[in-house]
C-alpha cells in the first residue's frame, strides 16, 4: 500500500474531511484559509467556498448541504455556495477560541471540540448539538483539553474517542447514544511529549513520533489516527494496540477519512501552515490531500439532523 497525492495545490491547514456518498465527492477545508473544499474525484475537479471566518469541521445534513462549525457559531447551509444561517453561537469566549475537529454522530447530532489558541491552559471543552427537537440543545460532554481533536465512534456507537493533540493522549468513553451521555473515562493510548531540544528535520524525526490530532474508525473497530510532525498515519486495534504505521510524504498530516464506493480509500488531509521552509522543500506535497488503497474499509460518514429531512 502507498500513499497517491490526489490534490495539486497544498492547503495551509487541510482538516475535517468527509466522503459524501450520495455525491462520490471529497469534502474537506481549509482553517487559516477560511475555506471549504470539495473534489469529484472521478473528475479531478475541486471547488472552494470562501469562509468569513476560520471554519473547524463540516459534515453533511441529511436535508441536503452542509453543517459548518465556524468561530463564531454552528451553522447551517442548505447548498453549497449558499447562504450560511446561524442554528446556536459560540458558547465560548471567540477571542481565544474556536471550533475545532467535529462530525456528526449516528444519532445525527453535530459534535465538536473547541481549541484554546494562547495552548496555556486545558479550557477546551467537546459540544454536542441535537437539532431534532423543537430547539436546539447545546451541550458540554467533556473537558480539560487544550487542542480537541481525534472524535469517533466505535462502529457499535458504544464507545466515543477524543483526544487533547498537546497532552499526546487519546480518551475514551462508554457513550449511551439515546441519553447521550458518557461514563467510564479512560486512556485509551498516550505518546511521551515532544523532546525540548526537538525541531524538524532532525534525523528519525529524533525518535519523537508526533502527537495525535484527527481520526477514523474502520468497520472492525481499528482507530485510524493521524500523527502531527509524526509524519505518518496510525492504525490501532480497539484495545489500543497499535497494529500498523504508514509514513506519509508530509510531515503533519491532520486527519483521516474513508471514501470511495468501497470505503477502502483512506485520505488525509495535511498541513504546510507555518512549517519550516526546510521542511517543505523536503516534502513538496505538504498541505494536500493523500490517498491510500486499505484492506478494511471504513465506517460511512454520519449525517447531520437539523430537522429539515424526513425520518
Given at each position: ?35 471549504l ?23 453533511p ?41 467535529g ?11 473547541t481549541?484554546?489558541?494562547p ?6 471543552q ?8 423543537p ?6 460532554q ?9 472524535l ?18 487519546i ?20 505518546w ?23 481520526a ?22 480497539p ?32 498541513a ?11 516534502l ?28
Amino acid at each position: 500500500m502507498s500513499w497517491q497525492t490526489v490534490t495539486p495545490a497544498p492547503n495551509a491547514l487541510g482538516e475535517s474531511p468527509f466522503w459524501h456518498p450520495r455525491e462520490a465527492r471529497l469534502y474537506w477545508i481549509d482553517i487559516p484559509g477560511r475555506l471549504l473544499m470539495r473534489m469529484d474525484v472521478s473528475r479531478r475537479t475541486i471547488e472552494s467556498w470562501a469562509m468569513a471566518e476560520e471554519p473547524g469541521c463540516i459534515a453533511p445534513a441529511r436535508g441536503g448541504g452542509l453543517v459548518v462549525g465556524l468561530r463564531s457559531g454552528i451553522y447551517r447551509a442548505p447548498v453549497w455556495g449558499g447562504e450560511l444561517s446561524q442554528i446556536v453561537a459560540a458558547p465560548y469566549d471567540t477571542a481565544t477560541m474556536r471550533f475545532n475537529d467535529g462530525k456528526a454522530d449516528p444519532l445525527g447530532r453535530f459534535w465538536s471540540g473547541t481549541i484554546f489558541e494562547p495552548r496555556n491552559a486545558k479550557t477546551a471543552q467537546l459540544w454536542s448539538l441535537d437539532c431534532r427537537g423543537p430547539t436546539p440543545l447545546l451541550q458540554s460532554q467533556a473537558g480539560e483539553a487544550t487542542t480537541g481533536n481525534g472524535l469517533a465512534w466505535s462502529p457499535d456507537a458504544r464507545t466515543l474517542y477524543w483526544t487533547d493533540t498537546p497532552g499526546h493522549t487519546i480518551r475514551a468513553w462508554d457513550w449511551d447514544a439515546e441519553a447521550n451521555t458518557l461514563s467510564r473515562p479512560r486512556v485509551f493510548a498516550s505518546w511521551p511529549g515532544k523532546p525540548a531540544h526537538w525541531q524538524p528535520g532532525l534525523p528519525d524525526n529524533g525518535g519523537y513520533g508526533g502527537r495525535p490530532d484527527g481520526a477514523a474508525v474502520d468497520a472492525v473497530g481499528n482507530y485510524w489516527v493521524a500523527m502531527f510532525e509524526g509524519g505518518r498515519v496510525l492504525q490501532i486495534s480497539p484495545s489500543g494496540e497499535q497494529l500498523g504505521a504508514w509514513p506519509l510524504p508530509a510531515m503533519c498530516p491532520t486527519m483521516p477519512c474513508f471514501g470511495g464506493d468501497d470505503l477502502k480509500t483512506l485520505y488525509v488531509t495535511s498541513a504546510s501552515h507555518q512549517r519550516p521552509g526546510a521542511e517543505l522543500a523536503a516534502l513538496p506535497d505538504s498541505g494536500c490531500v493523500f490517498a491510500m488503497r486499505v484492506k478494511v474499509p471504513g465506517l460511512p460518514v454520519e449525517f447531520f439532523d437539523g430537522g429539515d429531512a424526513p425520518h
